[in-house]
């Protein structure tokens, strides 16, 4: 019973760069949602996305594109990665729009 | 908008010792959620309340929908090590198109032992 998954589990990567963090469920969930985690904001809401082609912006979208092809795989992509990038990104599924949430293991993400 | 409120950030007890943990809104919720966090892993859920009132216990654990919607609280009795971790409240408010999920900063919970 794998849940949800997140590759990679560490990422370095230098300013300007793309990088795509991979986020995959094995639970069908119609509804799969990207967060960040910093110290002293807690968890804040990038993009979610209610099925597959169906996208919608949270409260810090800027510099973020997301994309749903296969309901179980929702990738986050960082353009054009900067500093202020730098954080712990966060995966999470659940059945009914903002009910219980379940978390993935997180990316650590550093922007060199 | 609609904000949380986590306080303190960190606690300290004693192994063996009760605690307590409050989450408090001026906004009310229809939903409250308790999630621990390990470090260097994800948020996982505990407790989900649907009702106000409502006092459900998982294990140790025991969680409260406040009767005004807009408080929950999380007690851990006969704490152990392994209790450390954050502990986050979670409110959920359904409105259809206004729906939305907000979490609290966290409390660090040590256990000495």
């Known amino acids: 019973d794998a849940g949800i998954t997140q590759s990679p589990r560490y990422k370095i990567t230098e300013t300007g760069r793309q990088v795509t963090l991979m986020c995959h469920q094995t639970?069908?969930?119609?509804?799969m949602f990207w967060y960040r985690q910093d110290l002293g904001h807690g968890l804040r809401l990038i993009y979610y996305?209610?099925?597959?082609?169906?996208?919608d912006k949270g409260e810090v979208p800027d510099g973020y594109v997301v994309s749903r092809s296969k309901t179980e795989n929702f990738p986050l992509t960082l353009e054009s990665a900067t500093r202020s990038q730098t954080s712990v990104y966060f995966c999470a599924s659940s059945v009914v729009l903002f009910y219980e949430q379940y978390f993935g293991p997180g990316t650590r993400l550093t922007v060199t | 908008g609609q904000q949380l409120n986590q306080s303190p950030q960190s606690m300290f007890i004693q192994e063996g010792e009760d605690v307590s943990m409050n989450c408090t809104s001026s906004?009310?919720?229809?939903?409250w959620l308790w999630y621990k966090q390990d470090p260097g892993e994800g948020p996982v859920l505990l407790i989900a309340l649907y009702k106000a009132g409502e006092l459900t216990s998982n294990g140790r654990l025991t969680a409260q929908f406040g009767i005004t919607r807009k408080d929950s609280f999380l007690n851990i009795s006969a704490s152990i090590p392994s209790d450390v971790g954050i502990y986050f409240c979670?409110?959920?408010?359904?409105?259809?198109?206004?729906?939305?999920?907000?979490f609290g900063k966290g409390i660090t919970l040590s256990v000495r032992p």
């Open positions: 979670a409110g959920s408010y359904h409105t259809g198109a206004n729906s939305k999920l907000t």
């Open positions: 906004s009310i919720f229809n939903t």
């Open positions: 996305s209610a099925a597959a082609d169906i996208t």
């Open positions: 639970w069908s969930h119609s509804y």
